[in-house]
């Protein structure tokens, strides 16, 4: 269960774990690379998990960033990387080497707080693949459940699944705890990926028809 860490909290966390000499250096890695792109936006909405996966929790991300990027909310994971120590033995990539983003266009919801915090649980549900599994996503692949019902909170949208780009507004970030790649996920239709499943075109050209990397609900299917 996700619980809302409003701006305070967030900076309240980053000075208690500097208070107790904590290393939060990947953390604010991430951080620095969104104000790079979002000067303006020093305290996004940030949704963070109430129980540490280390202790017990059922969310594998210690939290999601959101950013208003006019006509669309760009979310931003936290946890997938090392955000404190180098704890892995792999000097080259902190963690798993990712975070992951997405973009989510503004529409008329009838609850758009409950839409962000279904893409928040949808984000924490892909990174307990990789925290169970070990399964490590890239750009360029997709992500195909089988699912049929759409992945708004209405459940009538005909995105489905998702496929996977580099973000193309976080560049790709060198931390003293590794390399970070920001993976950004789309939202794909049933058919879009059935398409991709029988390899009847890859990622790339399926993404170039869809025209964008914003995840629209209304949108209709290319294929």
């Known amino acids: 269960m996700m619980g809302l860490f409003d701006k305070f909290k967030k900076k309240e966390k980053t ?4 208070s107790e000499d904590a290393n939060v250096q990947g953390w604010d890695a991430i951080t620095n690379e969104c104000e790079r792109v979002y000067p303006n936006q020093k305290n996004p909405i940030h949704y963070g998990t109430l129980i540490n996966w280390k202790l017990g929790g ?16 760009h979310f931003v994971t936290y946890g997938l990387s090392e955000l404190y120590e180098k704890e892995t033995e792999n000097s ?11 973009k989510l266009k503004k529409d008329n919801y009838k609850n758009e707080e409950a839409e962000i915090k279904g893409i928040c649980g949808i984000l924490q549900s892909i990174a307990r693949i990789t925290f169970t599994k070990g399964e490590v996503f890239h750009a360029y692949e997709y992500l195909y459940t089988g699912q049929t019902q759409g992945i708004d909170t209405e459940m009538k949208s005909n995105i489905t699944g998702f496929i996977m780009i580099p ?13 970070v790649d920001f ?13 991709l499943k029988s390899k ?5 050209s399926l993404y170039e028809k869809i025209g ?11 294929i």
């Open 58 to 73: 059922n969310d594998p991300l210690e939290g999601v960033s959101i950013y208003d990027g006019g006509d669309y909310w």
């Open 15 to 18: 000075k208690e774990n500097n």
């Open 167 to 179: 973000d193309n507004k976080l560049n790709s970030i060198n931390t003293p705890n590794g390399k």
């Open 183 to 195: 993976v950004e996920f789309i939202g794909a239709t049933d058919s879009e990926l059935i398409a």
């Open 92 to 102: 080259d990539i902190s963690g798993y080497g990712m975070e992951f983003t997405f």
């Open 200 to 204: 009847e075109l890859d990622v790339k």
């Open 212 to 222: 964008s990397d914003i995840t629209n609900y209304n949108r209709e299917s290319v």
